[in-house]
Each structure stands twice: as structure tokens, then as C-alpha cells.
């Protein structure tokens, strides 16, 4: 076994990495970001190397510094984790030829994965059943047209180079042929710098079911499969084990072809081979095909995990250090069902989109395996993947692993971001996924109910106003004595909405909110509070961010009386960011005269930088932000003197 391994990568998967290597008695070293400096992965590590700036090109996909690191720290292997290096054949040569082993499959054998076609044609040489279709090199659109009309519409038009959909077009009749060509390689050229693409039956309702598959190099085992039908945009969003409906005949067919393609390309260390299965009419022998191999450890490899009892880390130290495969295939067993659930920061009523913050707050249930690579107080960045968690149950049976999954989500804690907590919740309480009706159309289907907006009562609004003024703890720590009722109020929003809750104490333990008209009675008795006769939820405090954890998390935002007034007049006092990103610099000192149209600080964000002027003349009261910090949209970065009269 290694004495010591070098993680070439961050965040959750880093950690993971870690925590196994930690077990075995293998010390580890982490590479980082100058935006990783104080994460997870860097604290867990036994030693840590800065290797660059925050975007990936200029350190976690430097595989020559990454390989200096290794030689310098004295680490004899590196682990790729997902995404980054982990499919680069050149950096396994690299590595390989440093004198270092690669936690991973040759690099031969990810290129045999890694173009569409080729692929394809090995694996139906492996005997692996692979869809229906042409997947030659005439790349001649008469010739393609012939043979889209052999196949039988409708046909798919997939790039060989392509990969998440990208240069994929569905065609129905042949007229559409022609237009669907054209768009599909000019979208692959663009992407991949490869026009070409290869021509498939086009297969309805599919179901996404991957078989993970582990080889020394020689032969290979199955541990089963997963199924990752639940998408959105072809972004996984739940995954589990085994998969629903599975028969033991179909599970023998599907693991035999994950053996057979594993084996036919000399495979060493995890790997899975996925699989499009017709989900139209349950699951038969003849109706699954080879889609690609992916030649790494897979986010979604814990619910293997969660039913067979393997540690897939361990198993790949144990491997590439040079040991035999741990079990033969008539050892493995599945026990149970598993269920991970991917959280992200990101805002759902905006379509999805990333988010960044700090998170205030974090907490799991016990119950459930939580693979994280942020704890509370960490940043989402804007630079990497907004991951905040892989949330993992397992039950006895599907059932009971489902009800254990939305149990987890609902005792899911997070402030400081918006999340998909409710999304995820959503879908753990979907009677269709519940009922194993899975497939890859399940989310778009049911989009609007599944992403509608939380119902916001009174109680959570008088749990913000609480926390908002303070009236949590206070009156008790103070000890009011002579006690007369007290009157306050304070403006919140929520989902873009102001409201105005007014409080009269009536004394440390009882509170009279009025809210829109309405009114709720809080009460403390035995220290609990009690808001409308119901328990008070959680709640977490950044700032003016308030988050009431109830209904997977209820953002609000404490308005400011005074910067509402300076905001109402579109306020040129402060300087604020426009969007997350990075401080580049800053140009601004106090008491400093400054210019209309002076640029007071850079801002790099999406890949660009922004230059932000001063909006009058005046004199700098404060610098709020500098050079090296990563700030929020909307965070003021300088701030100007009030302007007299
Ligand atoms: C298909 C298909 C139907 N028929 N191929 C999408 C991304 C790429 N990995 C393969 N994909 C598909 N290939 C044939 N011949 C439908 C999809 C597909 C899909 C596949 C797996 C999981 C989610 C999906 C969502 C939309 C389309």
C-alpha cells in the first residue's frame, strides 16, 4: 500500500478521497486554489500545496505543477477524484512517467472511451449491446440520410466527440434530415472542433441505468447498477441503487455486458458503463444499449457503496498499489436500497441558476450520509461546481430508503444560500418516483409543481421578525424588570415581496406579532418558543439574510430603514458590486478625493472584469473590500462621504 497519496482535485470528492486514505493509514496531500485556501479539503489534508489562481485552468488542471507537487511531497500516487484530469490520457502518461502511479485506469484505455464511434464499434465487437444505428466515418449527408431511412425514424444525430447532449438532434421525418445534419455539426464543431457524428434509433422514454464496474487491468466484476433517470437538462438530480423494476435475469444480462466492455479495454480501478434502457414497456433483456464508459470514479458511486458494503476508494488504492480485485463477483451482494440526492446552491424560481454565499449554517441529520466538501462558514465561489452536499440514505427497501431520503431533506439545514432543498423535497414526496416510474422525461414533466414556490405562513414570518429584532434571547439576558409593553416593527422580504411585522412584548416570554393584518401569539415556556401554538423553527442569521429552516429553508431579508432611503434615491454613496465575482483591485483609499467616472475597484466575474466607477465626485469614507476578496452581488465595496444639503 502507498504511504502517502496526493488528491488531484477539491471539494466533496477531495474529501471523500481523504477520508478513506485517513482509514488505511495513507497520509495525503492537497493541491489548492487561491480560492480554496481555507476549504474542507485543505484541512483535511495532512499536507496542502498551493498550486494557482481560483479558475481550473490555472491549477487543478495544471497536471505539471501537480505532478512537481507529488514528486516534491514525496506522494507515490495520484488520485484523480471526477472532472478535472481524472479522463486525460496525457496526464496519465505524465504522471506515469514522473515514476508515480495513477489512481485510475491506462491511458490507453480512456482513449478507446473517448471518442463516441470508436467506442461504439468496440464494444459491439466486445459483444455489448449497443443502440441501432450508423457509426462509420462517411460523414456524407446523402449517405447519412440513406442510412438514417435503414435505421427507421425517428433517428437521434449525435456528435462522436459530443457528450451531455451537445450536438444532439432528434429527427422525426426524413424532410427534417438535411437542416437537423447541418445544425447538429455546426454545434459540434463549435463545441468539440469535430463535425463529425454518428446516426441512432431514437429511443422513447428511456431510462438512464449504469452498471459500476471494477477491473486489475486483466478482469473485471460488476457491482451492480444505479439508476440516474431523474435529470434535469441532463444534470443528474437523484440517483439510486438498485434500480426500480430490475429482474435478476436483466441484472445478470446488463452487469455480464459491463464485465464484457470493462474487459475488452484492459480496464483498471472504477469505472461505469452506462446504458440507455427503453423504459416503455418494463425492463427486457433485449432493450438495453451501451451509451459511453466513463473511466473515473463516479459522483454517484456512495449508493454502490450504500448496497454492497464496498468502499470504492479503498477498493482503487488497493488496486493500483498493485493488489488482486478484492472479491469475486459471487461475493458481491446487494443488501437494501440506496437513494443520493445532489444539493446544490442554486436559485430554482431563476431557472436553475448557480448561486454563490457563505454558508451561515449547515447541518445533516445523523441518519444520513452527507459527503460535503464546504462546512458552515465556507463560500460557494463562483468559480467551481455549486455543490454543497451528496445527501445518501439507505433502507431495507426502496420504500423505506425513500422515506428516509425526504426525512433527510427535510432535516436538512442550510443559510446563507438559496438551495434545491425544496426541489429535492419535492421530488422524495413524487408519487410517480415513488411508484418506480422513472425516466428521463420525469422532471420536465412535472416542472411547475415540482419547483412551486414554498407557502410562507405567518409563524415563519414572526420567526424572521424575531431574529430580525433581536427578540430571541434577549429579553431574557436582559432582564427586563419593570416590564411595559414594547412596540417595534421591522420591513422583511421575501421571494421579492416587503411585508412589515409589528411586535408588541408583552413580556421575556410572550410576543403579540401583527403581520398583513393578522395576528400571532409567540410564547416561551420551558425555554422552547412557541409561535401560533406551533414549535419555532431553526433559524440562521447572516447579516440582513435570515433563513427560518422549515419548508427546506425560507430566505428572508431584513430591510435596512436607512438604506432604503439612500437606495430609493438611487444611491451614489456606495460603490456595489453588480454580480458575484472576484476583487481584483482596489483604487480607493479613505479620505481620498475621487471623480465622477473614476474606477474605484475591478471586479472579476464571469470570466471578465468590470471596472467600477465612482457614479459622483466626492470623498472616500470607507474601502469595504479588498484586492483578493470574493464578494456577492450586491456587497458594497467602497463607500463615499454623504454629500452636504
Ligand atoms: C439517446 C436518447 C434516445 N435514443 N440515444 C442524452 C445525453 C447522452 N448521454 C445520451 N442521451 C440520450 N441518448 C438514443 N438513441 C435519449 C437521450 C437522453 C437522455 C439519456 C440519458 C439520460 C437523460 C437523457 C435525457 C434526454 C435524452
Known amino acids: 500500500m502507498f504511504d502517502k497519496i496526493l488528491i488531484a482535485n477539491r471539494g466533496e470528492i477531495a474529501c471523500r478521497v481523504m477520508e478513506t486514505a485517513r482509514a488505511m493509514g495513507v497520509r495525503t496531500v492537497a493541491v489548492y486554489s487561491d480560492a480554496d485556501a481555507a476549504s474542507k479539503h485543505v484541512a483535511l489534508a495532512d499536507e496542502a500545496v498551493h498550486i494557482g489562481g481560483p479558475a481550473p485552468a490555472d491549477s487543478y488542471l495544471k497536471g505539471d505543477e501537480i505532478i512537481r507537487v507529488a514528486k516534491e511531497t514525496g506522494a507515490q500516487a495520484i488520485h484523480p477524484g471526477y472532472g478535472f484530469l481524472s479522463e486525460n490520457p496525457k496526464f496519465v502518461e505524465a504522471v506515469e512517467a514522473a515514476g508515480l502511479t495513477f489512481i485510475g485506469p491506462s491511458a490507453d484505455a480512456i482513449r478507446k472511451m473517448g471518442l463516441k464511434d470508436a467506442a461504439k464499434a468496440l464494444m459491439d465487437e466486445a459483444g455489448v449491446p449497443v443502440v441501432p444505428g450508423y457509426h462509420g466515418s462517411n460523414q456524407d449527408p446523402e449517405f447519412l440520410a440513406g442510412e438514417a431511412e435503414k435505421i427507421g425514424y425517428p433517428v437521434l444525430i449525435k456528435a462522436v466527440a459530443g457528450g451531455g447532449g451537445k450536438g444532439m438532434r432528434l429527427v422525426e421525418?426524413?424532410?427534417?434530415?438535411?437542416?437537423?445534419?447541418?445544425?447538429?455539426?455546426?454545434?459540434?464543431?463549435?463545441?468539440?472542433?469535430?463535425?463529425?457524428?454518428?446516426?441512432?434509433?431514437?429511443?422513447q422514454q428511456p431510462r438512464h441505468i449504469e452498471v459500476q464496474v471494477f477491473g486489475d487491468g486483466e478482469t473485471a466484476v460488476h457491482l451492480f447498477e444505479r439508476d440516474c433517470s431523474l435529470q434535469r437538462r441532463h444534470q443528474k438530480v437523484i440517483e439510486?441503487?438498485?434500480?426500480?423494476g430490475m429482474t435478476a435475469e436483466m441484472r445478470e444480462a446488463m452487469g455480464q455486458a459491463g464485465v464484457r466492455a470493462a474487459e475488452a479495454i484492459g480496464y483498471k480501478g472504477a469505472g461505469t458503463v452506462e446504458f440507455i434502457v427503453d423504459g416503455s414497456d418494463g425492463l427486457r433483456t433485449d432493450g438495453f444499449w451501451f451509451m459511453e464508459m466513463n473511466t473515473r470514479l463516479q459522483v454517484e458511486h456512495p449508493v454502490t457503496e450504500l448496497i454492497t458494503g464496498v468502499d470504492l476508494v479503498e477498493w482503487q488504492l488497493r488496486v493500483a498499489s498493485g493488489e488482486s480485485l478484492p472479491a469475486k463477483q459471487e461475493d458481491l451482494t446487494i443488501t437494501g436500497h440506496s437513494f443520493e440526492a445532489r444539493l446544490y446552491a442554486e436559485d430554482v424560481p431563476k431557472g436553475f441558476l448557480p448561486a454563490t454565499g457563505t454558508l451561515t449554517h449547515l447541518s445533516f441529520p445523523a441518519e444520513a450520509r452527507a459527503d460535503s466538501g464546504v462546512r458552515a462558514g465556507d463560500t460557494i465561489s463562483p468559480w467551481y461546481d455549486p455543490m454543497i452536499a451528496k445527501v445518501i440514505v439507505h433502507g431495507s427497501t426502496r420504500k423505506v430508503a425513500l422515506s428516509r431520503l425526504a426525512r433527510a431533506l427535510e432535516e436538512t439545514q442550510v443559510g446563507g444560500t438559496v438551495t434545491n432543498l425544496a426541489f429535492l423535497g419535492a421530488l422524495a414526496a413524487h408519487e410517480g418516483f415513488a411508484n418506480g416510474d422513472v425516466d428521463t422525461g420525469l422532471i420536465a414533466r412535472d416542472l411547475e409543481a415540482l419547483t412551486a414556490a414554498p407557502v410562507v405562513e405567518l409563524r415563519h414570518k414572526a420567526a424572521a421578525g424575531m431574529v430580525a429584532l433581536d427578540l430571541v434571547e434577549a429579553a431574557v439576558d436582559t432582564g427586563f424588570t419593570l416590564w411595559a409593553p414594547l412596540h417595534r416593527a421591522v420591513t422583511l422580504s421575501h421571494a421579492g415581496e416587503e411585508f412589515t411585522a409589528d411586535v408588541q412584548v408583552d413580556g421575556p416570554d410572550r410576543q403579540l406579532w401583527t403581520i398583513d393584518g393578522e395576528t400571532v401569539v409567540a410564547e416561551r415556556s420551558q425555554g422552547q418558543w412557541r409561535i401560533d401554538e406551533r414549535r419555532m423553527p431553526a433559524v440562521s442569521q447572516s447579516g440582513t439574510l435570515i433563513t427560518v429552516h422549515d419548508a427546506y429553508g425560507l430566505e428572508f431579508t431584513a430591510i435596512d430603514p436607512l438604506d432604503r432611503d439612500a437606495a430609493a434615491g438611487g444611491d451614489s454613496n456606495v460603490i456595489e458590486a453588480p454580480m458575484p465575482g472576484l476583487v481584483k483591485a482596489v483604487f480607493a483609499e479613505a479620505g481620498q478625493a475621487v471623480k465622477e467616472g473614476d474606477r474605484l475597484a475591478i471586479l472579476e466575474a464571469m470570466k471578465m472584469e468590470h471596472s467600477l466607477l465612482a457614479a459622483r465626485d466626492g470623498v472616500v469614507a470607507e474601502v469595504l473590500a479588498a484586492a483578493g476578496d470574493q464578494v456577492e452581488a450586491g456587497a458594497a465595496l467602497v463607500r463615499l462621504e454623504e454629500e452636504d444639503g
Do not use: C, M, W
Open 173 to 203: 421525418k426524413p424532410a427534417e434530415f438535411a437542416d437537423a445534419l447541418r445544425s447538429a455539426q455546426g454545434e459540434a464543431t463549435t463545441a468539440f472542433g469535430n463535425p463529425d457524428v454518428l446516426i441512432e434509433k431514437y429511443i
Open 240 to 244: 439510486e441503487a438498485p434500480a426500480p
